[in-house]
């Protein structure tokens, strides 16, 4: 930002044929909307800090929020896997002792056959 130097806008004024009351009332009137700007300015840059603060506090939010349910997932299907994998260890055992029983089951008809065909 560049600083406003009424008095010398004023004597350029002066310089270029305008009488010197209405150089100085346009170089009063040109300062003060100089400054006007310099304060909307700083007014907008001072806004401008705060909404990046606030996006930052929002992404950080947002950070934590989402680490937070990836670990909720996490827990909930890991969970998930040690039922599955009690119950895929349960369906084996009870296949294992189905095809043992029948195994059995055969092994003794073919016996009692074997017996009374003799």
């Known amino acids: 930002m560049t600083s406003f130097d009424a008095h010398q806008y004023a004597k350029r004024l002066i310089k270029a044929g305008t009488p010197p009351a209405q150089a100085d009332v346009h170089a009063d009137a040109l300062g003060q909307v100089a400054d006007e700007v310099a304060m909307i300015e700083k007014c ?25 349910f990836r670990e909720y997932v996490n827990a909930r299907f890991g969970a998930q896997d040690e039922k599955i994998a009690a119950m895929k260890l349960e369906i084996i055992r009870w296949t294992l002792g189905i095809v043992l029983s029948v195994g059995s089951l055969e092994l003794g008809i073919v016996a009692a056959l074997l017996h009374w065909m003799r």
């Open 44 to 68: 907008v840059d001072t806004q401008h800090c705060q909404a990046k603060c606030s996006e930052q506090r929002i992404i950080a939010h947002v950070d934590k929020s989402l680490a937070e």
